[in-house]
Nanobody, 116 residues
Framework: QVQLVESGGDLVQSGGSLRLSCAAS????????MGWYRQAPGKQRELVAI???????NYADSVKGRFTISRDSAKNTVYLQMDSLKPEDTAVYYC??????????WGQGTQVTVSS
């Protein structure tokens, strides 16, 4: 059974930094893409950043220049370095892994709270 385990969410002051991690396990199939999404109260879940098997990445306009996604394919782990955090970054952050052949999976979410 595929599991995505996230860590790194916390309470931080505006302008601070956090690093989220997500480790995928339970499948021998290769992962095509891993990404981070977030959902703030009363809002829809939105893409934050995604990184593909070859290393190409895309970011939401709201986080460009502040967040960096990276991936350790050997460990099936994806990271999200978040710098210059703003109160509007407050949300539950979800990890996503697209195995293509084996389907798409979500983590349980980790809370990021940025105080002003």
């Amino acid at each position: 059974q595929v599991q995505l385990v996230e860590s790194g969410g916390d309470l931080v002051q505006s302008g601070g930094s956090l690093r989220l991690s997500c480790a995928a396990s339970g499948s021998s199939y290769p992962i095509y893409a891993m990404g981070w999404y977030r959902q703030a109260p009363g809002k829809q879940r939105e893409l934050v950043a995604i990184i593909r098997r070859g290393g190409s990445a895309n970011y939401a306009d709201s986080v460009k220049g502040r967040f960096t996604i990276s991936r350790d394919s050997a460990k099936n782990t994806v990271y999200l370095q978040m710098d210059s955090l703003k109160p509007e970054d407050t949300a539950v952050y979800y990890c996503n892994a697209d195995f293509v052949v084996a389907g798409e999976y979500w983590g349980q979410g980790t809370q990021v709270t940025v105080s002003s």
